[in-house]
């Protein structure tokens, strides 16, 4: 005695093939919704003070290091204090409402609370001095920093993307002399200066898991 | 059969694993951005300050009145590392355990952090805005009164700032007294100088010019204010190449660090010590003494070494002891060559505690300042302090912890750490030390230069003070100097001509001398604890989880028994028995330990304590007191010993928190154990050795495993055994440097303990003098590292330069490579031990520590790193300047601290390096090298020198 009548098979292989690709589905809405890719790149909070780097490094041209200031001796590139602010705002743009934080904490005494864009977890042990001395330039990180009205994190600053280079650092590297150089470009093929580099510098960057985990 | 053999399948376990925990994380994953964390600059950053990096700065710090001179670390503002002073001529960079572990004093959330007064029954919180104009008023009526009823009750000081306000207070106050307590003084040093030479004098002992070192009671590498210094000097006359190597008598009755190291040890009850001293000199004089061969070959060798032997004396011994000693040492023409004599703080003038109390009872004291020292713990326990305090309207207590006696006084002050500190103080060789605030108080403290400025109305600042004390008269670029160095250059006393007395020592009665097992003549010796010095330290975790170097034991004390006098007694290991001493009673624990004297008891002072705070014991939140507190039996006629002790075995069992078994009791067993040990902690005499400089070492065998192919750097370390004393700084250095957690006195009953280097600590030999043998215990870095073969994770990998690395984030806790780990160095978080600092509040916790080092969580395995930290800061900073970190550029944390320099750390592919040298010498053997892992780190045998006619009869 049938029950069901015999569309019914038919229905079946429809249930377990849509049971499947749900699953398919969920996984890969997980992998991609998980992966530092879509949760960390593109990543750009807003800020106290809307300091655009397009105006400060792009149009006026200033260097990375002028803020900056130990990014190659230290493992923190550090975040200026507000007096380094204040050597052109003491003068210039005065009265502007934008810059009160930056004026309120030159009067006060107390720090400016700015959003960290590029957060790696706090097991990781990433030096800013080790890779500019090098020859690894702002921009191959950090990307186009001199047009950015407001910073946003350009990479996905994953392991899988730091191991890329450090087996394969070639195609990154450039005299160190240019690292802060938000537009150099290779004359001959990157991976050859890069090459190049490595030779001369002795690079031989390790994957050892002690090199970033301690 | 077949089904039992797994085909490899295509699906790895590991492969299986990486799905599984992949999937696990993306469920938790929900595809947001993590929690946006803040910068905050500087308003203004101040010159030289590199954001994320870590300065220096000297500073010191005083215990009994002499000074450590420290290098403090600071990150970011907050010290989180104390190492030693490397400028300072006797510290030499070095630290003891005690002096490193004063970094979580600071942080300790039981660090008194504001004011309370004591009212009628209940106690207030109060503030210093509250105190002071209420303070002040009440000092101007006394010193209407010219200081009448006004007490200062201090621990002895060198400080010249704090000594200069004594004589303003003096001026101010004429009617004030001073008063000087600490339990651990050296009175009985002084007596016996002023005995021998009229004076209060202080020994300089100068090892590296002594070929024939006498040890009586004396622990000049343990509890000696030089002992650093000490035992840098020692370990430099023990090498295998000086022509002359020092040999080393001790004559003791509980082991000490010193005993340990001792090629010849006596083990004679403290009583006895008086009289041995007397026959030696009888013997030394020409006479015939029939005391044994042990006297006979050591006054031989003290004739035949005149001009280079030193005969140094414990603070427990009487000052008749210290007065022969002198004068032997004078007679013998060892005066000025392998000791000198500097002045020495005389306390004359100053009130005894016991006229204090007795003053207290009869009402006569008004006011009484309390600077420092915990006298209601650690007073004699006749003079009933507590209840002396009573009688006292105002009693003031300045001090770290509201502690026992801040319980007992009407007020307690903060007091603030040396870290927060100006002050001065003087080390051994009287260097003038400075102490300079690495931080502001955390929370408002004080520290006793302030409260003592403030009585005396002084019209300095404490740094201004210190400055007119410590440099009077500099300029401002020497004051620098002074500030950068931590102490003042060429400050050390110069030594003074001694010139001998004449005076004679009666011998001892008879009954002194009893040898029977009996009760009622048995001795009880009180010592300084190792680790908790007489009880200030007994709030300090780490201080109470660090082993005794002898006796292997955390978290609490034991009555110290021979073999002989606990089975005379019918006292067990690891019992409760009874101690008594005329009316006063004391139930404690007991145990049996090698070397111990017959007849003595040993027990340490510095437990027990009820008001310590969350770690050592608070009674008012029924925190378990840690330990036994001997004070409860010391009376001020017996501060050292006491002769006429009954003990009463009670029957109860107690579990000690050993790291260590007790040493295995049947003879059988005892055997085997002493055959391994031969081959795990090497010991030949310094004679065998000159006959065969080499060592046996294994020969290469075949591996199955395919061995790293070495290229480039190979780290390894090298720990000389012949130089190690088993004095627990580097255990201190490396628990400050990777942030390695504490787990509690039940967790270490349980072997769970977490220390990255472990002091492995051996008896062989007779029960009665034991050869002790030391034996620093790290991560071996093995080059097919058994822990590596059997992690299913991949959690533990080795690196190209030949580390053992640790991954936390792949540690799924299965334990197997501790299993595997022939050493036993892999330690487990089986809990969160670092659980209270996630908690609200715990800012200050927090700040203690090291940035660099992952704080590990529940579930994950760790062990030694080689301070991998160390090594990578080291080779980006020579790295970044385009040349490779030269040789002893890279220091690990224990070897930084070691004040005997036994462990090195480098490079072995360079063949010019110290620590591939030392890899290379002939004393140099690998530990169960029969396993063919080829561990990185080399040890060095350890050589004795015992005296030729002994050794047959001692073993």
């Known amino acids: 005695m049938n029950v069901f009548p015999r569309w019914m098979n038919a229905l079946r292989v429809l249930a377990g093939a849509s049971v499947l690709a749900a699953g398919v589905y969920v996984v890969a809405l997980f992998a991609y919704g998980g992966s530092p890719k879509t949760i960390n790149a593109g990543f750009s909070p807003e800020q106290p003070v809307p300091f655009s780097h397009a105006l400060h490094a792009g149009e006026l041209g200033l260097d990375c290091r002028y803020c900056h200031t130990t990014v190659e001796i230290a493992a923190r590139a550090a975040i200026p204090p507000t007096e380094t602010c204040m050597n052109c705002h003491l003068r210039i743009r005065t009265q502007s409402e934008l810059l009160k934080p930056v004026f309120d904490s030159w009067a006060s005494g107390e720090p400016v609370h700015w959003k960290r864009v590029h957060d790696l977890p706090d097991y990781v042990y990433f030096d800013h001095s080790a890779h500019v001395t090098r020859g690894v330039g702002c921009v191959t990180c950090h990307g186009r920093i001199d047009t950015m009205e407001r910073v946003r994190q350009e990479q996905p600053l994953s392991m899988g993307w730091c191991l890329d280079c450090h087996r394969n650092p070639a195609p990154n590297l450039r005299p160190p002399e240019f690292a802060t150089a938000m537009d150099w470009q290779p004359e001959r093929p990157a991976a050859e200066v890069g090459a190049e580099i490595m030779q001369q510098r002795h690079l031989k960057p390790s994957t050892d898991c002690s090199t970033c985990h301690r | 059969m077949s089904s039992l053999i797994r085909e490899p399948s295509d699906v790895s376990r590991r492969r299986f694993l990486q799905v599984m925990g992949a999937s696990m994380a993306l469920a938790s994953a929900s595809g947001c951005h993590w929690e946006t964390e803040e910068i905050l600059p500087f308003q203004r950053r101040p010159e030289g300050r590199v954001p994320g990096t870590t300065r220096r700065f000297a500073t010191s710090i005083e215990c009994s009145g002499v000074a450590a001179s420290l290098l403090v670390t600071s990150y970011d503002g907050r010290p989180i590392k104390i190492e ?349 030390c400075l102490q300079q605030p690495l931080i502001d108080p955390i929370f408002p403290r004080r520290t006793p230069l302030e409260l003592l400025g403030a009585i005396c109305e002084a019209k300095l600042g404490a740094p201004e003070l210190v400055r007119a004390c410590v440099a009077p008269g500099a300029s401002d670029e020497q004051w620098k100097k002074i500030l950068h160095d931590g102490f003042v250059e060429g400050s050390a006393a110069r030594p003074v001509e001694a010139a001998l007395a004449s005076f004679s020592v009666p011998a001892p009665a008879p009954r002194a001398l009893a040898k029977e097992l009996r009760n009622g003549e048995l001795e009880l010796v009180f010592a300084p604890d190792r680790n908790l010095y007489d009880g200030r330290s007994a709030n300090n975790s780490w201080l109470q989880e660090t082993p005794d170097a002898i006796t292997k034991m955390t978290w609490g004390n034991a009555a110290i028994f021979a073999a002989e006098t606990a089975a005379a007694l019918g006292v067990e290991d690891s019992t409760l028995v009874k101690l008594k001493l005329g009316t006063r009673e004391l139930e404690v624990a007991a145990t049996v330990l090698p070397g111990q004297a017959t007849g003595s008891i040993t027990l340490h002072l510095g437990h027990g304590r009820s008001a310590a705070g969350l770690v050592g014991g608070l009674e008012q939140e029924n925190i378990e007191t840690v330990g036994f507190d001997a004070y409860r039996l010391r009376s001020s006629d017996a501060l050292d010993r006491a002769g006429s002790l009954e003990v009463m075995p009670t029957g109860k069992s107690w579990q000690l928190a050993r790291t260590t078994d007790p040493a295995v009791t049947d003879s059988i067993g005892r055997k085997q154990m002493e055959g391994l040990v031969e081959e795990l902690a090497r010991v030949r005499t310094l004679a065998d050795f000159r006959k065969e400089p080499g060592s046996e070492r294994e020969s290469e065998h075949e591996s199955l495993w395919n061995k790293p192919v070495a290229e480039g750097v190979r780290w390894g370390m090298a720990i000389d055994l012949n130089s190690c004393i088993g004095c627990n700084a580097c255990a201190l250095a490396c628990q400050a440097e990777n942030n390695v957690p504490v787990v509690g006195r039940e967790q270490v009953i349980r072997g769970r303990e977490m220390s990255w280097i472990r002091i492995d600590r051996y008896f062989t030999g007779p029960e009665r003098s034991p050869r002790v043998r030391f034996q620093p215990l790290t991560c071996q870095h093995c080059e097919s590292a058994p822990c590596e073969e059997v992690c299913p994770v991949a959690a533990t990998m080795h690196s190209a330069e030949g580390l053992n690395d640790m991954v936390y984030n792949r540690c799924i806790g299965t334990r197997y490579c501790a299993n595997n780990c022939p050493f036993k160095v892999r330690r487990f978080n089986y809990f969160n031990y670092h659980k209270a600092i996630e908690a609200e509040g715990a800012e200050v916790q927090r700040m203690l520590y090291n940035p660099e080092v992952t704080i590990r969580h529940r579930g994950v395995m760790e062990k030694c790193t080689f301070c991998v930290q160390r090594i990578q800061a080291a080779k980006i900073h020579a790295k970044n300047e385009g040349r490779a970190p030269a040789d002893g550029e890279i220091v690990t944390a224990c070897q930084q601290t070691c004040p005997t320099q036994a462990i090195v750390f480098g490079d072995l592919a360079d063949p010019k390096s110290r620590v591939a040298r030392l890899h290379a010498e002939s004393r140099g053997y690998a530990m169960l090298a029969e396993l063919n892992i080829g561990p990185r780190t080399t040890y060095l045998e350890k050589l004795v020198n015992p005296h030729p006619a002994l050794e047959e009869h001692d073993g």
């Open chain 2, 84 to 432: 030693g002073n490397p400028l300072h001529p006797l510290d030499r960079g070095a630290a003891s355990a005690r002096s490193q572990a004063a970094i979580l004093d600071l942080y300790d959330p039981d660090h008194s952090r504001g004011l309370v007064q004591a009212f009628e029954g209940a106690s207030y919180p109060r503030s210093w805005k509250e105190f002071d104009p209420w303070f002040a008023g009440h000092m101007a009526q006394v010193r209407a009164r010219k200081g009448a009823g006004l007490r200062i009750l201090s621990e002895p000081s060198s400080s010249l700032a704090l000594a200069s306000l004594r004589t303003r207070l003096a001026e101010l106050h004429p009617q004030a007294r001073w008063v000087e307590w600490e339990p651990c003084a050296r009175t009985n040093k002084i007596a016996g100088s002023k005995l021998a030479f009229g004076r209060a004098l202080r020994v300089q002992p100068r090892i590296e010019q002594v070929n024939t070192l006498v040890c009586l009671d004396a622990d000049l590498f343990g509890l000696h204010p030089a002992a650093l210094a000490n035992a840098r000097a020692f370990a430099a006359r023990r090498r295998p190449e000086e022509a002359q190597p020092l040999r080393l008598w001790v004559v003791e009755s509980s082991l000490s660090l010193t005993g340990a190291a001792a090629d010849q040890r006596l083990a004679l009850r403290d009583e006895q010590i008086l009289p041995f001293l007397l026959a030696l000199e009888a013997r030394l004089a020409g006479g015939k003494a029939a005391d044994g061969l042990f006297l006979e070959s050591l006054a031989d060798e003290l004739l035949a070494q005149r001009g280079a032997a030193l005969i140094a004396v414990g603070p427990r011994q009487p000052a008749a002891v210290h007065a022969l000693a002198h004068r032997i040492n004078a007679n013998l023409g060892n005066t000025g060559k392998t000791l000198l004599y500097s002045e020495e703080s005389d306390p004359a003038g100053v009130m005894e505690l016991g006229e204090l109390a007795r003053e207290m009872e009869a009402g006569a004291v008004e006011t009484l300042v309390v600077l420092g020292g915990n006298p209601v713990y650690d007073a004699p326990c006749e003079l009933e302090f507590r209840r002396a305090l009573r009688h006292v309207p105002l009693a003031l207590h300045l001090s770290h912890y509201r502690d026992e006696t801040s319980r007992a006084c009407t007020w307690h002050l903060p007091r603030a750490h040396a870290l927060e500190s100006w002050g001065d103080c003087a080390s051994w060789d009287g260097t003038r």
